[in-house]
Antibody, heavy 121, light 111 residues
Framework: EVQLVESGGGLVQPGGSLRLSCSASGLTFSSHAMQWVRQAPGKGLEYVSAISNNGGSTYYADSVKDRITISRDNSKNTVNLQMNSLTTEDTAVYYC??????????????WGQGTLVTVFS | QSVLTQPPSASGTPGQRVTISCSGGSSNIGSNYVYWYQQLPGAAPKLLIYRNNERPSGVPDRFSGSKSGTSASLVISGLRSGDEANYYCAAWDDSRNSPGVFGGGTKLTVL
């Protein structure tokens, strides 16, 4: 059974930073592209960032570009999201999601349980 | 404003058949696979349908998906109270430099 477990969420003030991590098991991690999808309170789903299976290609939504960095360590089966200069608009549940492909283009197949990021002033 | 358009709400009584629609364009639904997700209250999204009409193992055959042109549908047969949830469609959009697009979600109420 595939499991994606996020960690690193929490409370942070505007301008602060957080590092989200996602630990994967039950799949050949290096064969799967990974994505981060967020959901603001009471809202729908939004792609934040994505990375191909070998880390060679990445994607950032315009709303987070220049503030967020995605990375992965295939030796540890983890994908990370470094978030800087956070604003109240970044308050959301952040889901780690996995593709059934090496490419990040396309909807995810697997989802983690999510980690809550709250930016408060 | 989501790229994929879903009705904000749908409803049905136990045992009924309910259809949720998802409308897009030639660059997303028209030329790429459609996925459907179920999000129960307080939970993460769960994959229901992939590649238009395939069900992951463990998903009951009460859930089915179809696609025609630039629209897709999710059908839930034999509706149960436990099906009350938000449902999202998704697809890759090859006109955008992004992993894809989501619908705005449909809140299904079981009366």
């Amino acid at each position: 059974e595939v499991q994606l477990v996020e960690s690193g969420g929490g409370l942070v003030q505007p301008g602060g930073s957080l590092r989200l991590s996602c630990s994967a098991s039950g799949l050949t991690f290096s064969s799967h592209a990974m994505q981060w999808v967020r959901q603001a309170p009471g809202k729908g789903l939004e792609y934040v960032s994505a990375i191909s299976n070998n880390g060679g290609s990445t994607y950032y939504a315009d709303s987070v570009k220049d503030r967020i960095t995605i990375s992965r360590d295939n030796s540890k089966n983890t994908v990370n999201l470094q978030m800087n200069s956070l604003t109240t608009e970044d308050t959301a549940v952040y889901y780690c999601a996995g593709r059934d492909s090496i490419w990040y283009t396309g909807p995810p197949f697997y989802w983690g349980q999510g980690t809550l990021v709250t930016v408060f002033s | 404003q989501s790229v994929l358009t879903q009705p904000p709400s749908a409803s049905g009584t136990p045992g009924q058949r309910v259809t949720i629609s998802c409308s897009g364009g030639s660059s997303n639904i028209g030329s790429n696979y459609v996925y459907w997700y179920q999000q129960l209250p307080g939970a993460a999204p769960k994959l229901l349908i992939y590649r238009n009409n395939e069900r992951p193992s463990g998903v009951p055959d009460r859930f089915s998906g179809s696609k025609s042109g630039t629209s897709a549908s999710l059908v839930i047969s034999g509706l149960r109270s436990g099906d009350e949830a938000n449902y999202y469609c998704a697809a890759w959009d090859d006109s955008r430099n992004s992993p894809g697009v989501f619908g705005g979600g449909t809140k299904l109420t079981v009366l």
